[in-house]
């Protein structure tokens, strides 16, 4: 059985820094259904291809793949 996955864009925000990506999940799934379940990448969301910058200074690195500990984030939306 082939589970459809579908890919979307984000911006999460934490205390000290913005990160823009994009993350993977079921197609039947919501954002916040990835964010509220215990069992999906547990206390840590898998971001792809992704765009760290420092609120404070600006400062921007690009990385190929990031685990963000979903406890840390304090706004997340799907990019458009």
Known sequence: MKINHQQTNIVAYTSSLKIQGKINFDVDS????VL????????FLAINDATVTE???GESINVLFLSLNKNKIEVIYEER
């Open 55 to 57: 609120l404070k200074t």
């Open 30 to 33: 919501r954002l916040t259904d």
């Open 36 to 43: 509220n379940s215990k069992s999906f990448n547990k206390d």
